[in-house]
């Protein structure tokens, strides 16, 4: 199979799973073992296909990005009061992207290396699947954005920074989060989002340069293709997920993670696959 059609498979699936609260770096991870020459895509591409889907999140939510920044750095010139929502918004995902950020620098190398066995992976899928059902179950659900504090926003950064680890899932996290404080599904999602975006695109344009004039398993033109790819199908995933969320409960990701996570485990255990 050509490099070119394996890229655009696992751009697909970085699309369908990265706004889904089931890890697309798990996916890609796992993934790769199925492809020929079984190989991991890498973090890089990781992270630079995820470029594509985040992109996705500012066509989808423009016109709250452009009302929280233009509200944030109008806050600075009085022109916004200080305690307006969206000024406090802005630096609330600023507070929340610091987790991610520190840590994602401090355990670059084993996020790259050890961090991405399957063993781990599988691990990860099963038990924070297990925990956002018990979210969804025990939150009470009576929160908007609006009753967002400053230690909710760390708490928040906490959870994403915990997505540096494939399995736990970024969307994922951050909803269990939002849920055990009290959230709605629908504010947890859409705060997960946004918190998204800083932390997403400063990874993804990192690896891109990082990624000049060094080995990879897919070149610029597949990893390309694979990331407008995961824009497309992001967009369309991004608005199928709000809608859904603010009816129905998590618990078919609940237990799509679990069985997903025991297949690779009894895989890994019988020889199938190798971590």
């Known amino acids: ?57 500012v066509v989808f939510f423009w016109r709250d990005i452009v009302r929280i920044i233009s509200h944030w750095f109008g806050s600075f010139t009085g022109r916004v009061p200080r305690n307006d929502p969206d000024a406090r918004m802005g630096w609330l995902i600023i507070i929340g992207s610091v987790p991610i950020v520190v840590l994602g620098i401090l355990f670059q190398d084993e996020i790259e290396t050890s961090l991405r066995s399957l063993w781990i992976v599988a691990t990860m899928l099963i038990v924070f699947g297990l925990i956002l059902g018990l979210a ?46 009290g959230y709605e599904r629908a504010a947890a999602a859409r705060y997960a989002f946004l918190l998204a975006i800083p932390a997403v695109f400063g990874s993804g344009f990192f690896q891109l340069v990082k990624s000049f004039g060094e080995p990879a398993v897919y070149g610029p033109i597949e990893t390309a293709a694979a990331t407008l790819v995961a824009f497309v199908v992001a967009l369309l995933v991004i608005a199928f997920f709000m809608s859904y969320i603010s009816k129905r409960s998590f618990l078919p990701f609940v237990i799509y993670r679990v069985l997903l996570g025991t297949t690779i485990l009894v895989l890994l255990g019988t020889g199938v696959l190798t971590a």
């Open 1 to 57: 199979m050509p490099h070119v059609i394996e890229a655009l498979i696992l751009g697909l699936v970085q699309g369908l799973t990265e706004f889904l609260p089931i890890s697309s770096s798990a996916h890609l991870r796992i993934l790769g073992e199925f492809l020929p020459g079984a190989q991991d895509p890498g973090a890089a591409f990781t992270a630079i296909t995820q470029l594509g889907t985040e992109a996705a999140v």
């Open 136 to 181: 969804d179950w025990a939150g009470a659900k009576r929160r908007g954005l609006d009753d967002l504090t400053v230690p909710h926003g760390i708490f928040f950064g906490l959870a994403q920074a915990l997505a540096l680890i494939p399995g736990v899932s970024r969307s994922g996290g951050t909803i269990t989060m939002g849920l055990f404080l």
